[in-house]
Nanobody
Framework: QVQLVESGGGLVQAGGSLRLSCAASGRSFSFSAYAMGWFRQAPGKEREFVTAIGWDGTANYADSVKGRFTISRDYAKKTVYLQMNSLKPEDTAVYYC????????????????WGQGTQVTVSA
């Protein structure tokens, strides 16, 4: 019913920047009614919350990325972005886009749809 496709991942050096995109599509999907979030999962670790943005534009961030990452959304393109600056090796993970039929959500169990993920690798 709803498809989320991430893109923009790749290999960057520590201190560099990268912008991820998540394009949403699907019949009856009202992009403006969903909170959008980003999660990440590193090898051997569980998926963790990174950031989320509500339908009203308010955003929340994990402490580990505050001041470095910025989430935004384009309603016309039905796309959510994750601008990542000052990247660190510990940011290396598969990044997942998710959508929740809520004003705002910071917990994975609140999200209804998930993308397949995009790999981000930060070298030292």
């Amino acid at each position: 019913q709803v498809q989320l496709v991430e893109s923009g991942g790749g290999l960057v050096q520590a201190g560099g920047s990268l912008r991820l995109s998540c394009a949403a599509s699907g019949r009856s999907f009202s992009f403006s009614a969903y909170a959008m979030g980003w999660f990440r999962q590193a090898p051997g670790k569980e998926r963790e919350f990174v950031t989320a943005i509500g339908w009203d534009g308010t955003a929340n961030y994990a402490d580990s990325v505050k001041g470095r990452f910025t989430i935004s959304r384009d309603y016309a393109k039905k796309t959510v972005y994750l601008q990542m600056n000052s990247l660190k090796p510990e940011d290396t993970a598969v990044y997942y886009c998710a959508a929740a039929f809520l004003k705002s959500a910071n917990w994975a169990e609140k999200y209804d749809y998930w993308g397949q993920g995009t790999q981000v690798t930060v070298s030292a």
